[in-house]
């Protein structure tokens, strides 16, 4: 089994900044694609930045120039380093791994903004 487990989350004030981490354990193969999305309240779950194995970066426009996603492959960990906070950045954040044998995804971790 592959188990992807998300850590960083946590309540802080508008402007504040946060670190999000996901590790991928268990039967491992090689990691394609990982990414984190993001889930609000009555809302849909939203793409919010995705690295490919080799560093390219993807970001939805209303996180360019705020997170930065990076990625360790020798710990098979995925980062969100989350900056200028908002309220509206408020949701469940989930993290996914792409693997030849499938897509996995995390368990989640709260992220409030308060103003």
């Known amino acids: 089994q592959v188990h992807l487990v998300e850590s960083g989350g946590g309540l802080v004030q508008a402007g504040g900044s946060l670190r999000l981490s996901c590790a991928v354990t268990g039967r491992i193969f090689s990691i394609n694609a990982m990414a984190w999305y993001r889930q609000a309240p009555g809302k849909q779950r939203e793409l919010v930045a995705e690295?490919?194995?080799?560093?390219?970066?993807g970001y939805a426009d209303s996180m360019k120039g705020r997170f930065t996603i990076y990625r360790d492959n020798t710990k098979n960990t995925v980062y969100l380093q989350m900056n200028s906070l908002k309220p509206e950045d408020t949701a469940v954040y989930y993290c996914r791994a792409q693997m030849v044998t499938g897509n996995f995804w995390g368990q989640g971790t709260q992220v409030t903004v308060s103003s």
């Open positions: 690295i490919t194995s080799g560093g390219i970066t």
